[in-house]
């Protein structure tokens, strides 16, 4: 299996900040990343894919970046709606498998 | 705008087998691949598998669960089903079924997803 591992696994941060998830890969995925969010009690919603490509209807504050086995999505300036928890996920290999989380939170 | 729902028994017996099936509207479930992924209690995210529903109806099943797992469509109803055997504590979680893997070139995403449905397993 590609291990996935981001990194930090919970951010306090303000309104207005900035701030970047990354994920590693345990092996060369390419571009082949994805990055979801998710909010309590409801489904992961896709906001990146390849790495960098903005998912239609996601807000232009949301930027991804990298390759091969580093990667970053980065928050231009924190809403309030944007207080979640982020995923990872690889689609290189046939067997998709998910970073663990990175839970963001309103310091 | 694809629309997925989750059913199913919300508790399950060790031992047993868990039955989910996801029902597909605004849009035909033909000519696209079909996941399942699932999410204990506080924790992260776990792909299951897919179905792809095209001639073949070919499965790809997460190695660790492989042996347990079976993935199946009816294509008169518009929906899909999971099936997990000898179920545990451990297979308590959220389960989300998803329309996906969608390709764009080589790679690919998972872009609708059902809201899922939480299954305990206890006796």
């Known amino acids: 299996d590609i291990q996935m591992t981001q990194s930090p696994s919970s951010l306090s941060a303000s309104v207005g900040d900035r701030i970047t998830i990354t994920c590693r890969a345990s092996?060369?995925?390419?571009?082949?990343i994805n990055w979801y969010q998710q909010k309590p009690g409801k489904a992961p919603n896709l906001l990146i894919y390849?790495?960098?490509t903005l998912q239609s209807g996601v807000p232009s504050r949301f930027s991804g970046g990298g390759s091969e086995t580093d990667f970053t999505l980065t928050i231009s300036s924190l809403q309030p709606e944007d207080f979640a928890t982020y995923y990872c996920?690889?689609?290189?290999?046939?067997?998709?498998?998910f970073g663990q989380g990175t839970k963001l939170e309103i310091k | 705008q694809v629309q997925l729902q989750e059913s199913g028994p919300g508790l399950v017996k060790p031992s047993e087998t868990l039955s989910l099936t996801c029902t597909v509207s605004?849009?035909?479930?033909?000519?696209?691949?079909w996941s399942w992924i699932r999410q204990p209690p506080g924790k992260g995210l776990e792909w299951i598998g897919y179905?792809?529903?095209?001639?073949?109806?070919?499965?790809n099943y997460n190695p660790s669960l492989k042996n347990r797992v079976t993935m199946s469509a009816d294509t008169s109803e518009n929906q899909f089903s999971l099936r997990l055997s000898s179920v545990t504590a451990a297979d308590s979680a959220m389960y989300f079924c998803?329309?996906?893997?969608?390709?764009?070139?080589?790679?690919?995403?998972?872009?609708?997803w059902g809201q899922g449905t939480l299954v305990t397993v206890s006796s």
């Open positions: 998803a329309r996906g893997p969608d390709y764009y070139g080589s790679g690919s995403f998972l872009q609708y």
């Open positions: 605004g849009g035909s479930i033909s000519n696209y691949y």
């Open positions: 179905i792809e529903v095209y001639s073949s109806g070919g499965t």
């Open positions: 092996q060369s995925i390419s571009n082949y």
């Open positions: 390849g790495a960098s």
């Open positions: 996920q690889q689609s290189y290999s046939t067997w998709y498998t």
